[in-house]
Nanobody
Framework: QVKVVESGGGLVQAGGSLRLSCTVSGLMFENYATGWFRQAPGKEREGVSCINWNGAGKYYADSVKGRFTISRDNRKNTLYLEMNSLKPEDTAMYYC?????????????????????WGQGTQVTVSS
């Protein structure tokens, strides 16, 4: 069975940095696009960033562009999200998800419907 496990969340002050990791097992990780979503209390889940199967295509939400960097290591079946210059509005539960597609368009990247397997999430809290 497919298993998706996020880690690396925590409490950080505004302006700080965190690096999230997501390890995927039970499927051919290198064949599929993967992404990060987040959900803050009382808000809808939103797409943060995604990366295509070979790492060549990456998309970012406008709210994180220039501050967050997504990457993947297909040898380790792991997805990363480097988050810098964190803001209180970045506080949310962050979820990793795998798509059943290898390539995603910009619109598909931020659509949860294009992702089939989700982790349990890792909490990121940014204090002001």
């Amino acid at each position: 069975q497919v298993k998706v496990v996020e880690s690396g969340g925590g409490l950080v002050q505004a302006g700080g940095s965190l690096r999230l990791s997501c390890t995927v097992s039970g499927l051919m990780f290198e064949n599929y696009a993967t992404g990060w979503f987040r959900q803050a209390p009382g808000k809808e889940r939103e797409g943060v960033s995604c990366i295509n199967w070979n790492g060549a295509g990456k998309y970012y939400a406008d709210s994180v562009k220039g501050r967050f960097t997504i990457s993947r290591d297909n040898r380790k079946n792991t997805l990363y999200l480097e988050m810098n210059s964190l803001k209180p509005e970045d506080t949310a539960m962050y979820y990793c998800a795998t798509s059943w597609k290898s390539l995603l368009s910009l619109a598909e990247c931020f659509s949860a419907a294009d992702f089939g397997t989700w982790g349990q999430g890792t909490q990121v809290t940014v204090s002001s």
